[in-house]
């Protein structure tokens, strides 16, 4: 594979990394690591995301959100056609679909999970949120899966696919307060709240019991079920990704650890993961990988 790129090339790939150091210290912390080829395309997969994402989050109404979405599925139809726009994310991005194998499918995945947002509705059943997960997160794994991964069967796609959605549960968990403060978004499913009596009146009040405590258990024993199933899939990896994959997957996962060390309080806190806890779980997984590739 050729590593050489332009002056140019290289700029467009370093805006990329500032945006994923900037607004993802977890992903940085562990895809920073990988062969420089490599991390640049994930920098850049998570720039798309990134833009994506603000496209809806970042605008001042539901119209103007509409409007830039249309905008960049404009930008990606082009894109996908080979007019490749001409800006940093897009050239950084159409290098990446040169090197690698990327499913371009899954940049429309991206654009119509931000599309749900628009028109948002409470998931009403765990298999809605499922859905929703797996097009706004599932297709990242996906997206990443030819970067990190020289197997790209069904299997591989449909377990990395999981992988994403365990992530985006944990956002979910994560981001409680400020999606129902910021957003007026609610993404626990409205089954779920009922069957442990947890009301949205209770949500909106931040009151935190034990029926919103079991709710958001419930919900994290979902995600940690599918980190753990994923470990299982490192050795399928190129040798090069396994620990930066196993460290993004384990630090994504403590964020879990963080919220019930805070007493639940995903209201008024931002539950993060210290680099003390970072290099430390790093390090629990350098013994991990050397356990299993010895046994």
Not at 120 to 141: N, R, T, W
Not at 146 to 154: F, G, N, R, V, Y
Request: proline letters at 3%; charged letters at 30%; a negative charge.
């Amino acid at each position: 594979m050729n590593q050489n790129y332009t002056p140019s090339l290289e700029s467009d790939y370093r805006l990329c990394q500032s945006l994923i150091k900037q607004h993802s210290k977890s992903f940085y912390y562990a895809f920073s690591t990988l062969p420089r080829t490599d991390a640049n395309a994930v920098y850049a997969i998570y720039a798309f995301c990134r833009i994506a994402d603000d496209a809806i989050d970042q605008a001042d109404d539901a119209e103007t959100g509409g409007a830039n979405l249309r905008q960049l599925k404009a930008e990606l139809d082009a894109f996908v056609s080979g007019n490749v726009p001409q800006a940093p994310t897009w050239r950084a991005l159409g290098d990446v679909v040169e090197r690698y194998d990327i499913d371009e499918a899954m940049l429309y995945a991206q654009v119509r999970g931000q599309e749900m947002d628009i028109h948002f509705e409470q998931p009403k059943e765990m298999d809605d949120l499922i859905h929703y997960s797996s097009h706004v997160a599932g297709s990242v794994g996906k997206l990443l899966l030819p970067i990190l991964s020289d197997d790209l069967s069904e299997e591989r796609k449909a377990n990395a696919e999981k992988l994403g959605i365990a992530m985006q549960i944990t956002n979910i968990l994560r981001d409680i307060g400020e999606d129902i403060r910021d957003h007026g978004r609610v993404y626990i499913p409205a089954s779920l709240l009922n069957e442990y009596g947890c009301s949205m009146t209770q949500l909106k009040a931040q009151k935190i019991d034990q029926a919103f405590m079991d709710v958001w258990e419930h919900l994290a024993k979902e995600a940690e079920a599918l980190y753990d199933d994923f470990r299982k899939e490192i050795l399928h990896y190129k040798e090069d990704s396994q620990l930066p994959l196993l460290v993004s997957l384990s630090v994504y996962r403590e964020i879990l650890n963080e919220v019930r060390s805070n007493d639940y309080d995903c209201f008024s806190k931002r539950n993060a993961v210290s680099m003390a806890r970072k290099m430390k779980i790093r390090n629990e997984e350098i013994q991990f990988l050397k356990s299993i590739k010895n046994a």
